[in-house]
């Protein structure tokens, strides 16, 4: 018998100090001449973009300081003003992380389907704070509803300058779109004592979330001068990016800079207990202790660890937590008292939610991805030493079920193991996606509405004919072609796309777009998508015909949505 290898998480940020080197260095990228093309005047100087499509883009706009030397996990601080006029055609560097990216997990995946995908080689940088306009209307007065993309990659991979996510395609249904990026790994979500100790907020580990939430901040501050309306704001992502926009929708940091989040395959809670600053610290120290023994000259833990190299400094986290601390999720949010002050969990069973709306849902087959990437990974390099045995899988499927299944966990368990034994692979596809994405995002809905506000349920059920379809299914991050129209780009072109899958791609672009501006994706023409209610749990489905279709009684087996069972369920948690 197989049970699946689950991710502890789904996929699986004051003081000035900038120096004069990193304030020449910026004002060094200003030019003051740039090939022609749309012009922006925001708080810090003038851009020049370039028009694609009738869409008027601007890449690689400073947000932040770039976080570096001292800046180096502390809150993001301002961007550097320019003189002239600052060339905006070029995305920057995407942020520290392995050098091919996301492509690890699209290689296996596009095997199944008979395609060898070779992998790009990135050119990462710790200087990665910027971001990406993509706009129908560049003049101020516009008042275009503003969408806000956070990638994926289990924060640890990935780039808002990705081609897949080019805005092009959802900009033309007439909203603003912003890609951004946000430190990943060690240099985004490390907490250590002597951090939060240097910080006035005593917290650290969150710097990613504050690196998101000062894109935000820019938003509110120079998106009218791209035609956009800062007070109509979707925070949306896919993955890890929805995990973290879900998550911010629990932090008051970012009140008041978005109305609305649209969450992809990504619940901020629900996949085991909750990270804080205390469980963190042994793996903090361990690699607080190496950076000594490889900067001996240094005074402390802390002075070692920026003193080394980014990327020298995630391999020995990776080397830590693959030999010692193997049960650590090293690159997620976690409970510091300043970002987020309690568990997401915690904040959506007492109602400690921002007044937003919230669009969720996930695909049909969220963790065949990880399977086929974890047997691929297991043949290249065959795991040594011990391995968990069935009864060490049974409890840790039931330990990522329990929160939100309760006394129900032991029957879910057993059932699903039942069918595992029976049905194999898919059973255990069904499992996974059941508990880690079904069950949190109708629990996360279910709570959005108790607060008072909308929640709209989608599955994606779409999945592509071909040699890997059986394997794969609608597997995760596939729903993101369709979200972009970014077919032919090379994340997934291996797969053979048909018009059933643009007709589809243009209904969901539809339906984003319609509630990035009314806080409805209803419009004419489209199946009326209902709003969730505890008594009919309406949900759209999004079928292999390529049709939207209204359903209701999402609810897995086990998994009871009525909030007064959720909110005592999860309070505390």
Request: proline content about 9%; charged content about 15%; overall charge neutral.
């Amino acid at each position: 018998m197989r049970l699946p290898n689950f991710p502890t998480r789904l996929l699986n940020s004051p003081t000035r100090l900038l120096s004069l080197g990193l304030l020449l260095a910026s004002t060094a990228t200003a030019q003051q001449s740039a090939p022609p093309g749309p012009i922006a005047r925001i708080t810090t100087g003038t851009l020049q973009g370039t028009s694609q499509q009738n869409i008027a883009v601007f890449k690689g706009i400073p947000f932040a300081a770039p976080p570096v030397g001292p800046l180096r996990w502390r809150a993001p601080q301002p961007a550097a003003s320019w003189q002239g006029v600052r060339d905006a055609t070029q995305p920057s560097h995407p942020c520290t992380q392995n050098i091919h990216g996301t492509d690890n997990f699209l290689q296996p995946l596009a095997a199944t389907y008979g395609v060898n995908y070779i992998p790009e080689t990135l050119t990462t940088s710790e200087d990665c704070l910027y971001l990406n306009v993509f706009t129908p209307s560049p003049q101020p007065g516009a008042h275009l509803p503003v969408m806000v993309w956070l990638h994926g990659g289990s924060n640890r991979v990935g780039t808002g300058a990705q081609t897949a996510y080019d805005g092009t395609a959802l900009a033309s249904h007439g909203v603003l779109l912003v890609t951004i990026n946000y430190r990943l790994g060690v240099m985004g979500f490390f907490s250590h004592p002597d951090l939060t100790a240097e910080s006035p907020h005593h917290s650290s580990g969150n710097y990613g979330l504050l690196d998101q939430i000062a894109a935000l901040q820019w938003v509110q501050q120079n998106i009218a001068a791209f035609g956009g309306d800062p007070t109509n704001v979707t925070l949306f992502g896919e993955s890890a990016g929805s995990v973290d926009a879900t998550t911010l929708m629990t932090s008051p940091l970012a009140a008041g800079l978005f109305r609305r989040v649209i969450a992809e395959s990504g619940p901020a809670f629900g996949l085991g207990t909750s990270r804080t600053v205390a469980y963190m610290r042994p793996l903090a120290n361990a690699l607080g202790k190496a950076a000594l023994a490889a900067q001996p000259n240094a005074h402390s833990q802390i002075e070692a660890l920026r003193a080394l190299p980014a990327a020298q400094l995630a391999a020995m986290e990776d080397h830590l937590i693959a030999t010692q601390y193997k049960s650590y999720d090293p690159n997620a949010a976690e409970v510091d008292g300043w970002v987020l002050p309690r568990s997401p969990a915690d904040a959506f069973a007492t109602g400690k939610l921002l007044p937003v709306d919230l669009l969720a849902g996930f695909n049909a087959r969220e963790f065949a991805a990880f399977r086929v990437v974890g047997e691929a990974a297991a043949k290249k390099s065959p795991p040594t030493g011990p391995q968990p045995g069935i009864t060490d899988k049974l409890k840790l499927f039931a330990d990522l079920a329990r929160p939100l299944y309760g006394n129900w966990t032991d029957l879910a368990v057993a059932t699903y193991t039942a069918r595992i034994i029976v049905h194999g692979t898919p059973a255990i596809d069904q499992a996974s996606n059941d508990i880690g994405g079904a069950c949190p995002s109708g629990a996360e809905a279910a709570l959005t509405t108790a607060a008072g506000h909308h929640a709209y349920v989608y599955r994606f059920d779409r999945s592509v004919p071909g040699k890997g379809e059986s394997q794969l299914g609608a597997f995760h991050s596939l729903e993101i072609p369709y979200v972009f129209g970014t077919f032919q780009d090379r994340m997934m072109n291996w797969l053979p796309f048909t018009a059933t899958d643009h007709k589809l791609a243009d209904t969901m672009q539809t339906y984003w777009t319609n509630f990035a501006k009314y806080g409805d994706p209803n419009g004419p023409g489209l199946p009326h998508w209902s709003p969730w209610t505890a008594a009919q749990e309406p949900y759209m489905t999004f079928t292999q015909t390529g049709d939207a279709v209204p359903q209701t009684s999402f609810s897995p087996i086990f998994c009871h949505l009525s909030p007064g069972r959720l909110k005592q369920q999860l309070a505390g948690n």
